[in-house]
């Protein structure tokens, strides 16, 4: 079982910045698809940005497009999330993810993705 690390939540307020990160062994991700998704309380779980590692589509919600960025830094094995101009609509606790199992792509259906960490908060006051 792959273990996923998050970090870089945290509270901050509109219009601020924050940069999340996942560290995941190397070999859990090459050929995968890989992802970060966030749940509200009291709302379902929702896709924000995946994309698979061997190159090809990535999939942002329409609610992130142009503030968000998913990136992979592959010398350091750490998945990234840039999250820029945010909202109060942003809080939740987020989660990265893997599609251990599935060496293709495999899109922004949660219910694929057999690794995850355990979710770092993100607070963004108005």
């Known amino acids: 079982q792959a273990q996923l690390v998050e970090s870089g939540g945290g509270t901050v307020q509109a219009g601020d910045s924050l940069t999340l990160s996942c560290g995941v062994s190397r070999y859990t991700y090459i050929g995968r698809s890989m992802g970060w998704f966030r749940q509200a309380p009291g709302k379902k779980r929702e896709a924000v940005a995946c994309?698979?590692?061997?190159?090809?589509?990535?999939y942002y919600a329409d609610s992130v497009k142009g503030r968000f960025t998913i990136s992979l830094d592959n010398a350091n094995n750490t998945l990234l999330l840039q999250m820029n101009s945010l909202k109060p609509e942003d809080s939740a606790m987020y989660y990265c993810?893997?599609?251990?199992?599935?060496?293709?792509?495999?899109?922004?259906?949660?219910?694929?993705?057999?690794?995850w960490g355990q979710g770092t908060q993100v607070t963004v006051s108005s």
């Open positions: 993810a893997v599609s251990g199992t599935i060496d293709r792509w495999v899109g922004p259906r949660g219910d694929v993705y057999d690794y």
């Open positions: 994309f698979y590692t061997d190159g090809g589509p990535t």
